[in-house]
């Protein structure tokens, strides 16, 4: 474990996942990912015009310690994760991110202004 990572508690690598979407283009594809993100830790970030979804979630294998408990076995991905660029040391300049319902809503509602959405919170 590089010594940068001995100071990121706890590990900001190792507490979520995630992986690219397609970019949402119909008020279907919309009302899906609203959907998505009524669910708990459930985001949205756009990285360079790529969407993806995040779930914020603790590796298994990560000890109370803040190490790896599979290390020297550990995921490819995990293997060629860059500590000059991570979680904690890059600049992550994502031009959106949507960390809940109404930020999302909001988002969609200013794109797309014709678009209705009920409230489903609203009795
Ligand atoms: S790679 Fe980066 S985010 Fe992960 S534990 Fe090390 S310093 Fe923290
Ligand atoms: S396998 Fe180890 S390095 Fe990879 S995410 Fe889990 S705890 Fe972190």
Do not use: Q
């Not at 995630?18 to 830790?41: C, F, G, Q, V």
């Not at 298994?60 to 904690?88: A, G, M, P, Q, W």
């Amino acid at each position: 474990m590089s010594s940068k990572c001995d100071n990121c508690k706890p590990a900001k690598c190792c507490l979520y996942t995630s992986m690219e979407i397609d970019t949402p283009e119909t008020r279907k594809d919309h009302e899906y990912n609203l959907w998505l993100i009524a669910h708990k830790n459930i985001a949205f970030y756009v990285d360079r015009k790529i969407w993806h979804i995040n779930f914020t979630s603790r590796c298994k294998f990560l000890n109370k310690d803040n190490r790896c408990k599979i290390y020297d076995k550990r995921f490819y991905v995990c293997r060629n994760h860059d500590t000059d660029s991570c979680e904690d040391t890059g600049d992550y300049d994502f031009s959106e991110y949507f960390n809940n319902y109404d930020e999302l809503l909001n988002y969609i509602k200013k794109k797309h202004p014709r678009w209705r959405f009920a409230d489903p919170r609203k009795k």
